[in-house]
């Protein structure tokens, strides 16, 4: 009899860990489809805007010409020799701003949630910034933090991130249940144990968007800075090859920075597709 109930228990135990396993299989399977169709419409569409606009050939280079000056031309070792420590340099940029951006929106969003007073004191300001044109407040940006220093491309782009990660988790925050929050104010616990037992696991679907949305904006912030700060990265070299009329370089890096955004994408909504599976939340790919 013992065994019997033993054996029943371990059954189900096993059933929920199974179902999770399927789920997780199979948002992941449906993130690597979402993200090969994202890179078969990218490519169509600019096989369409080269081939079928009538801009000259000279001008514009086309999937396989970029193929080919990466990987079948002569100088295609050469090529991707020149164009990898550039990208390496601009995803490097990105981190910085990425990291920042996400790590002052999480401060600011739990700061907001535990005080009112903090969020009236700051979000006008927060707005404020918001409104002013990144391109028309980066010379003072690099005139505070120094040309060509590292902290100018985390104050950039941290500032490209900030904002829509900060409404991001804010708006997570606040969808907690009232039940919830009720129950552990019952068991005598204050504003930030409901915080952090309730509202912040929560928030996590709006803690990934957030994240998502934040990939291509800190490459956005970090190709911004190299182009006004450092002269560095892919950012630094494109209005360079644009001068000097070296279309192929310019459309190659283009095309680089492109589909690794859209890699560093989908990877985040892999991971977030896998946590949310196995938390049995409802995940981004349903």
């Not at 013992?2 to 399927?22: G, H, K, L, M, Q």
């Not at 782009?157 to 919830?180: D, H, N, T, W």
């Not at 279309?247 to 283009?254: N, Q, T």
């Amino acid at each position: 009899m013992t065994a019997t109930i033993a054996s029943t228990s371990a059954t189900t135990a096993a059933a929920p860990r199974s179902a999770r396993a399927t789920a997780v299989s199979r948002t992941v399977g449906r993130s690597l489809l979402n993200a090969l169709l994202t890179f078969v419409i990218v490519l169509a569409l600019w096989w369409a805007v080269v081939n079928l606009t009538g801009i000259s050939p000279y001008v514009a280079k086309g999937p396989a010409d970029v193929w080919e000056f990466f990987f079948t031309s002569d100088e295609a070792a050469t090529n991707r020799a020149e164009m990898m420590p550039l990208l390496a340099q601009t995803l490097a940029d990105a981190a910085i701003g990425f990291v920042v951006g996400m790590l002052v929106a999480v401060v600011l969003a739990l700061a907001f949630s535990l005080s009112r007073s903090v969020e009236m004191g700051v979000m006008p300001l927060a707005l404020l910034l918001r409104s002013v044109p990144l391109v028309a407040i980066a010379p003072v940006i690099i005139l505070i933090t120094g040309r060509g220093t590292p902290a100018s491309v985390a104050v950039i782009g941290s500032i490209v991130v900030l904002f829509p990660a900060l409404a991001s988790i804010m708006f997570g925050l606040s969808r907690a249940s009232k039940e919830s929050l009720d129950l552990v104010h019952v068991y005598g616990g204050g504003r930030a144990t409901q915080l952090r037992k309730v509202n912040v696991p929560g928030a996590l679907p709006s803690l990934f968007a957030a994240a998502r949305v934040s990939v291509p904006g800190a490459v956005t912030g970090a190709l911004l800075a190299e182009w006004l700060s450092t002269g560095q990265g892919i950012g630094g070299m494109i209005q360079k090859f644009s001068a000097s009329a070296r279309f192929d370089e310019l459309w190659a890096s283009v095309a680089l920075i492109t589909i690794v955004t859209l890699l560093l994408y989908n990877v985040v909504q892999v991971v977030e597709n896998v946590v949310l599976a196995r938390m049995g939340m409802p995940t981004s790919g349903r």
